[in-house]
């Protein structure tokens, strides 16, 4: 039976984060027992020794590898768009897609480069959801098996996956999620987005209130992201649960994927252990939602596109810190003296 099929359909999502697994302590300390012998001094790659840490504790895999990693790419469309909080029109959705598939987004090229598979998942981007300043954008259900569609994305044997989404109007989505999950004000949370003037922006920070005061101080994770969310973040936080479950790694990109990683965090704030943050986005609010969830940021490139574009990058750094790791001589097998030879 499907999460959409049952009688409470969160209750099912609930359930799976319950039983997310720990990370794999035998992996982790056979990379640690590797490091050490590396023709190297101790800790002198610095993040890409941890890297090599967090890859083997969340796949299960003593001699951590990326074969097939995937970025995914979830795009959709918001009511909110018409409210004016965006500075370009919602036909850019389609018009995007379109220009996944051609191979002429930043994606696309950043994936090339790095050897990472592309898939741009479309969720009804001819068909917005409604207006969450007046509507629910989802109910249960939907919201549900969108979830169960973002999970569906690991199919296939992906040993890595990068978050990414497209959608007009989806700052101001992420923003409200955020809002409603970790309080402040619209201010505090609402960023210029696509570039939107003085008047865009404070459009965009009234769409904000208007859908969170909707909420009459709801705090339960899932009912804020079917409520005042959107279908890629939806689908996203589904894929992030399941991958927790199935031991795939994943890189989380910016300002709105990190929405959808907020909401498994407020279900569980160790839920997010097996992701690696990959950028600070150039949204501002992105800093103040990674410090509230603990979480540090691998890179700081003044990026703010989207597409998973900072989430591939990194894992190009991912991909050289596991190579890095594996394939290193061992001061053994070169020859090599030791510190305290």
Known sequence: ?????????FTDIRNLVKSFPGPDEAALEAVRAREAQ????????????????????????????????????????????????????????????????????????????????????????????????????MDEANCAATMAYGMEALAGGIDMVCLGEMGIGNTTVAAAVYMALFGGTAAEWVGRGTGVDDEGLARKQAAVEMAVARLNGEKDPLEILRRVGGREIAAMAGLIIAARLQRVPVIVDGFVTTAAA???????????????????????????????????ALLNLGMRLGEGTGAAIAAGIVKAALEAHNSMATFADAGVSGKDA
């Open 262 to 296: 907020a909401v498994v965090y407020a279900m569980d704030p160790a839920g997010l252990d097996h992701c690696l943050f990959a950028h600070v986005s150039a949204e501002a609010a992105h800093e103040r939602a990674l410090q509230i969830m603990g979480k540090t």
């Open 38 to 137: 590396l023709t190297k001094p101790a800790g002198s790659l610095g993040k890409l020794e941890s890297i090599s840490e967090w890859a083997a504790a969340w796949s299960g895999n003593a001699r951590p590898k990326v074969t097939r990693p995937l970025a995914a790419i979830f795009a959709t469309a918001h009511g909110v768009a018409d409210k004016g909080v965006s500075a370009f029109p919602s036909s850019v959705n389609r018009q995007m897609v379109e220009n996944f598939a051609a191979g002429g987004a930043a994606i696309n090229q950043i994936c090339r480069i790095n050897d990472i598979g592309l898939k741009v998942f479309d969720l009804a981007v001819d068909m917005p959801t409604p207006a969450i300043t007046e509507e629910d954008a």
């Open 1 to 9: 039976m499907s999460l959409a099929e049952t009688a409470l359909p």
